[in-house]
């Protein structure tokens, strides 16, 4: 196994049940796969989830300082704790900050039986 960091997860891997998130919340996830290992964030929509590389397009480093700490106060966007920056969460794209026309990279995930898998 290698610990370079890989910016994708194969499909069909569980990371667990929906209920680990709550609702309008973000959860981090690390995935130590045989190329090295994957960071992403989840974001929880009600029964539906979105997923995100965890690296800010601006200078590459991890969204959140504290852990899981990926969302406005509010919850109404993804936060980089780093420079402020702020991104959708329906479609990870730069609202403000030094990341103009940048995009945070989508992880696919979906919610099947009640669990969160990667897609």
Same mark, same amino acid.
């Given at each position: 196994m290698s610990d370079a960091r890989v910016f994708a997860t194969p499909a069909?891997?569980?990371l667990g049940p929906l209920t680990d998130i709550a609702d309008g919340r973000a959860r981090n996830y690390v995935l130590q796969l045989r190329a090295g290992?994957?960071?992403g964030l989840v974001v929880r929509r009600g029964d539906a989830v979105v997923?995100?590389?965890d690296r800010c397009p601006h200078m590459g480093l991890p969204?959140?300082?504290t852990l899981d700490a990926y969302l406005t106060? $509010?919850?109404s966007a993804i936060t980089c704790s780093w420079h402020a920056a702020l991104f959708a969460i329906d479609d990870g794209?730069?609202?403000g900050g030094p990341c103009?026309?940048?995009s945070l990279t989508p992880w696919p995930v $979906?919610?099947?039986d009640g669990a969160i898998v990667t897609a």
């Open positions: 069909g891997v569980t290992r994957f960071h997923g995100y590389v969204l959140a300082q106060p $509010d919850g794209k730069c609202l103009p026309g940048q $979906d919610v099947r």
